[in-house]
């Protein structure tokens, strides 16, 4: 039976404890930034994205979306500009474990057995890893021993034909795609209006030299503060990862929770 909304934190506890309670409910949690994307972006596109992904994911496959993780860890320079760019408001990696773990470990004694972490913010990689361990270490430790989580990056499921047909004159690569035609396609295919094209910069993709210096060397990132030119974004580009990062993201969680396709309503 559908949910009286796709958002967990939007349902009243009742609600909420029938859709959870027995395990069966895959949980949807977004993990974002909050970070500069260039001159014609918002500071929340990596939290906007994967909440949309997720949205979309749940009402397919009959689960639900947390509330999103709108901090996340630091941006590095060869992947979010860096740290030091105005705007750009991150946790320390340990405070990120640490919620995320508390996330988990509550929702898991609500009943919940079922996980999928979407990620938005490259950075926050290998700390969702690590909340993840602990948190299924510390649950064994409370008797629970079934919970499954699928972590994940909307990106990824962008396939290698796609690639060529969104990138006909070459990819630069997803570490450089910070503010560029990805996110950007994305969000003027679902936020038009947060979106000043007009106020793009455009430039060739950053290089950086094989290593890192810390503290960062502000010259390294292009002024614009993204990482390559959004100007070959469009609605289109954006409609089309859309509908193959969904589709990519719903087949994986249907495989791996052994779940039942749900009808598609009607204006989702
Ligand atoms: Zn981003
Ligand atoms: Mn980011």
Redesign the pocket.
Known sequence: MPHPSAFAAELSWPDYHVAVRDGTTPILIPLG?M?Q?GHHMPLH??VL?PTEFARRAALRIGGLVAPAFTYGYKSQQKC?GGNHLPGTTSLEGSTLVSALRDVLKEFAHHGNRQFVIVN??YENSWFITEAVDLALRELRWDGIADVKVVVLSYWDFVDEATIKQLYPDGFPGWAVE??GVL?TSLMLALYPQLVRLDRAIDHPPATFPPYDVYPVKPEWTPPSGTLSSPKEASREKGEIMLKVCTDGIVEALISEFGLKRQALPAAA
Do not use: Y
Request: glycine share 24%; no cysteine; aromatic share 0%.
């Open positions: 930034s970070e994307h596109v990596d994205l979010g938005g913010h910070h503010g996110e």
